[in-house]
């Protein structure tokens, strides 16, 4: 059982360029989320989803687009990449509503936009 | 919208010491609660969580956290701390019916010295 599994790991982008970190659980979520963190602010919300085909803003969205077309996947596209992303990056899963479960998170990318 | 507060951005122990992180939240309604550490170039993992029954809940590693009620707090606890306890820790709430939002904290680092 692999759990939450995010490619790649580390990634360097140039200013405007634009990529697709991607994030897959075989736990049979059906909550999937992606947080960015950064030293001093915690995890902040960008994106989650609570199925297939269905997804919402978090707190911090802009710049970001998601997709959840199999329960399985969900990937966050950076659009045109900007210095403000550098950042970690983690997609985090839970088994359903309710709240009283807990999530799983991946093991994180690392992203530099210079 | 809930949110969550923790009180002490770095913390610095020596080994042997006693430990306690604070955790304050606000939320009207039931809540569910989760400490999380993040050890050094890794991902988030659970330390424990709180949803219902005895407030005062033991997790991994030999840490605890009691959940005061009329003071919207969990704070994490640890009677005698070992280096291998560096890390950055979070607390996090999500509503205890309906939803699928995490709320994370800012993150406590701790340090414990030799």
């Known amino acids: 059982n692999a759990g939450v599994t995010q490619t790649p790991k580390f990634q360097v982008l140039k200013t405007g360029q634009s990529m697709t970190l991607q994030c897959a659980q075989d736990m049979n979520h059906e909550y999937m989320s992606w947080y960015r963190q950064d030293p001093g602010m915690g995890l902040r919300l960008i994106h989650y989803s609570v199925g297939a085909g269905i997804t919402d803003q978090g707190e911090v969205p802009n710049g970001y687009n998601v997709s959840r077309s199999t329960t399985e996947d969900f990937p966050l596209r950076l659009l045109s990449a900007a210095p403000s992303q550098t950042s970690v990056y983690f997609c985090?899963?839970?088994?359903?509503?309710?709240?009283?479960?807990?999530?799983?998170f991946g093991q994180g990318t690392r992203l530099t936009v210079v | 919208a809930q949110s969550v507060s923790q009180h002490n951005h770095h913390v610095i122990l020596s080994e042997a010491a006693s430990l306690e992180l604070g955790c304050n939240y606000s939320y009207g309604g039931t809540v569910n609660l989760f400490w999380y550490v993040q050890y050094p170039g890794q991902h988030l993992q659970l330390l424990l969580k709180?949803?219902?029954?005895?407030?005062l809940v033991k997790g991994i590693k030999g840490f605890e956290a009691e959940f005061i009620k009329s003071k919207f707090s969990f704070n994490l606890r640890k009677p005698s701390v070992q280096w291998s306890d560096t890390a950055e820790y979070f607390c996090?709430?999500?509503?205890?019916?309906?939803?699928?939002?995490?709320?994370f904290g800012k993150g406590t680092k701790l340090s414990v010295i030799p």
């Open positions: 996090a709430v999500s509503p205890g019916a309906g939803s699928y939002q995490l709320t």
């Open positions: 985090a899963s839970r088994a359903r509503q309710g709240g009283n479960t807990e999530a799983f």
């Open positions: 709180y949803f219902s029954g005895d407030p």
